[in-house]
Structures are given as structure tokens and as C-alpha cells.
């Protein structure tokens, strides 16, 4: 069949498969309810091949992306094909079960044609609230996994066209936000509907034998190219290290991340062995999101025109020591993955410094700070809001970092401040750039940032989730280090507090919280640096603030 194949058709498809994903992605954020969707943009789409591999992604979140795969194939195994029919859609957030963390539930519809299945379309969505000990569903201070809100193992969310209204039921009363959890629940349906519907009208013009034909070859396809690529990076066995400050419980004791990645004859392996067990609080991370890392890392260092899809990871292959960090055993809680799955990115990606110094730039300063701020409006209702704040990226070879950008595997926005003052009794007082945090070099790191906020109106209960206190930004072929974050409370009575970089607390009406986000690492020399580019820094207040 793929010797029949017209090449034309082939990459009209391919773009095609694009569009349909990037139309899920547009619906899912236009018709979200809460901020965290609407404007931090953490939700993604995707399309599956009846065998779970990724035919297409959306422009979005990679760790959703990399961790939808995990989630079709555990629904799959659940719900077998020949069980499923037009109009089923399926639910999953357990992350021993195929899931991520709690607040990231998954939605699974297959699309038919002339009466079979012939792909499958996906969504996920960070749930502002998904119950739990703290507002957001995001406890630092967790140590099992029910602490941090309800478990949803592989379930059928609607039977045909019956929603499943007992599920429903359970779970708005088990909500902070019961409304809002809902909208944003009918927008991943409402993604998945056009997904279906879009990619029904494809097999309709190609007829689905065809179609699927071509599937397949889109993702050999992108395998010979991955593995192409990778046969140009120089076989061997590269380690990197990277430490994490604590995990929200035992605040003294950092995490260590270990891998040696393995390349050789168009393979890449990432062994993960020497890394920390297991820890109490929070920040395990289960296997779908080590591998998301892995995911990202791979497509980092091999072509970007290689169209991104299920063949570019056949060549990817994990050891990941179970007990550990990044293979934990249930109960181990595991809601602030996202800084872990991060950070084994920057070490697998830092493993490849020395042999790929064009691609691979100095360490980010590598945060996604997640904040959620949950109170009471005047009104009596409840409310809960998240923001997610950025740090500065690495400097490369060729080029400065890039200032308060996401990076290594997280694609969100902060809130921006019209945003979020209108929706709760909180007000930014500032939004900066952090002058001199930025490591230097002859390229130096991106700046972090300065945010402040202040609380108008009543008590408010604050889960925050920083990194880089203790652990700096490492340079890169002689370049420095990022400055480290911080984060501190200015009373309303005129006393300061100084917050660890992960912490669950309360602010009332007066009490300010200023975070200060990690710069990225320098590269190069210091001395080496070209004068007109340093006095630059100098006059738009970069450098030499203080």
C-alpha cells in the first residue's frame, strides 16, 4: 500500500492531522473556565493511531503532550477497541494508573468511520481544583497521594451520547469550584467532538484504508529521521547530575537526579540509576512524566523539522529504578511532578553539554513557580486562582538566554494582571525583570523576574511552589551561574518572612508576597564578552542595578 501512496497526499494529510490538532487546541482554551486554562494556556490536544501512538500534537504543553501517550494506551488496555462505539469518551487522571498528578484529567474519544474506530482524539486540562488538603489541589506539604484530591481511574465518562451523571454528581461535590471544574471539563469534551468530527471528514475524502496507510507511514517516517539524526550525535555514554532543593517535607535534604544517556546506532537511552528514592513529599514523579522528560530531551537535540508524532520515540528506551524519584511506589505523592519532570530534563539535556555544544546551552534557571492563592470573595463564594511564573533560559554558543521564558518541557503563561485582579481581591503591585540574574559569560543567562502581590480583601490560604533556592543555574564552558530565587512576605505589621522554596501559608489584607524568579546560566568566558553587548545590558538595567 505505501508504495501507492502519492507523497503529495501524504503531506497534505500531515498538515492536515496539524490543523485538526491545533482546532482542538483553539477550542479547548476559547471555551475553558478558569484562568489557569484561559490564560496560563496549560491544557493540550492530540491525536492517536487505534494503537495509541501519536499521529499529531497541538502547539502546547509538552509534558501533556509526552503524557497523553501513557493515558490512551492505559484507557486502551481498559476499554478494548472492540468494546467501544461512536460517541464513547473515557476519563483518566490516576497517575499509578496511566495518569500524571490529579489536577491533569485526561478525556480519550475514538473517531469512526463506515462503523470501526480509526484513531483516537485526546485531550488534557490542568483542573483548577480537583479537591485535596489545599486550594488547588497542589500541597507541597502532601505526603500520599490522597491528600491531593480525588483519584479517577479509567472510567467511561459518556456512554454514546448519556453522560455519565453519578461521575459527575461525585465529583462536584468534591470540588472547591464545582462550576468551573464542569466548564472546563464540557471544553475537553468539546475539543475531542472536533477532533472526531474533523478527522471523520478526512477518512470521508481519503477513505479510511488509505488514511490509516498513511498514518503509518508518517510514523516510520518520522522514526528514520530521528534515528538519522541521532546517528550523527558521536556514540557514547554521557552522565550529568542535577540537585533539586527538597521535597516540601524534609526541607534540608536535596533530591539528586542521575542519568547517563546512551547513544549509539540511531538509539538514545537514559538510565536513571543512582537517582533519590523516593521522597515524602510531593515531588515523585511516575513514570509517564520521567518519560515525557525523556520525550522532550530527544526532540531537543535531534532535527526540528522532523514532524513530531509516536515514530520520532521508538527509538527511546528508559531504565528507571522503581522506588526511585523517578519510578515511585503508590501511595508516594506526586502532585508537583512538574518541577522534577523539569529538572530531568535539564539533566539529560546537561548530560549533552560536551558533545552537542551548538545545540545545548547552559542550564536554565528551569522553574515553572506554580502559585494558588484560594480564599473567599465578598459574596461568600469560594474562589481558587493559579499563576505560573518563568524564570530566564541558559545562554547558548551563539546567543544571550532568553529572558523569563518556559523551558525544558513546560510551555505555559503567567496570569496576566488585568486577569487576575479581576477575578480575585488581589492586587500586583509589580512585574519586573530581576536585573543581574542572569549568569554571566560571553553570552549571558536570561533574567528571572520580580512579582509581588498583595491581598485587598480576606484570608487567603497560598501553596508555593518554587526551585533554584539552594541549586543555582550551572554555566556552561567557563560561563557563571544564574542567580538563585528567592521568596519573601512583607506583613502588614511590618515584619518580613522568609519562604523555602516550597511552602503552604496563609496572607490577610495588608501582607505582601514578592517572588524573585532564577536567571539562567552564562556561556562562555566572562572576559570574553563583546563590550557593545555589555554596555547594552547596562543601559536598559540588566546589569549593574546594585
Known sequence: MTDRLDPITIEVVRNKLDGIANEMQSTLLRSSFSPIVKEGLDASASLFTINGETLSQA?????????????????????????VKEGDIYILNDPYLGGTHLPDIALMMPVFHDGKPI???????????????????????????????VR????????????????LRMMRQNVR??????????????????????????AETQGGDTLKAIFEELLDRSERMTRSALSEIPNGTYGYTEY?????????????????????????ACDFTGTSPQVRGPFNCVQSGTAAAACFALRAVTDPNIPTNGGCFRPLHLTLPEGSIVNPVEPAPVNARTATIKRI??????????????????????????????????????????????????????????????????????????ALEMDVPIRINKFELRADSGGAGAHRGGLGCVREYEILRGDVTVTYRGERHAYPASGSHGGDAGAPAAAEVHRADGSLETIPSKHVFTLSPGDRFTLKTAGGGGYGDPDARVSEMAEQDRRNGKVGAG
Open 59 to 83: 502547539l502546547a504543553v509538552p509534558i501533556h503532550l509526552a503524557t497523553l501517550i501513557p493515558v490512551v494506551r492505559a484507557l486502551l488496555e481498559t476499554y478494548p477497541l472492540d468494546t
Open 152 to 167: 479517577i481511574p479509567p472510567l467511561k465518562l459518556r456512554d454514546g451520547d448519556v453522560l455519565n451523571d453519578t461521575f
Open 244 to 268: 533539586m532543593d527538597n521535597d516540601g517535607i524534609d526541607m534540608d535534604t536535596p533530591i539528586r537526579i542521575q542519568v547517563a544517556v546512551t547513544i549509539r546506532d540511531g538509539e538514545f
Open 177 to 202: 469550584m464545582p462550576e468551573s471544574f464542569e466548564g472546563d471539563l464540557n471544553a475537553q469534551i468539546a475539543a475531542c467532538t472536533v477532533g472526531a468530527r474533523r478527522l471523520a471528514g478526512l
Open 345 to 418: 530534563t535539564s539533566a539529560i539535556l546537561g548530560a549533552l553539554k560536551e558533545v552537542l555544544p551548538d545545540k545545548v546551552p547552559a542550564d536554565s534557571g528551569n522553574e515553572l513557580v506554580i502559585l494558588m492563592f484560594g480564599g473567599q470573595r465578598g459574596n461568600g463564594a469560594n474562589y481558587v486562582v493559579g499563576d505560573l511564573i518563568a524564570s530566564g533560559s541558559g545562554a547558548g554558543k551563539q546567543s544571550d538566554g532568553v529572558d523569563m521564558i518556559e523551558t525544558d518541557a513546560t510551555n505555559c503563561m503567567n496570569l496576566p494582571v488585568e
Open 119 to 149: 484513531a483516537l482524539s485526546a485531550a488534557m486540562t490542568h483542573h483548577q481544583d480537583v479537591g485535596g488538603m489545599t486550594p488547588g489541589s497542589v500541597p507541597t506539604n502532601a505526603t500520599e497521594i490522597y491528600q491531593e484530591g
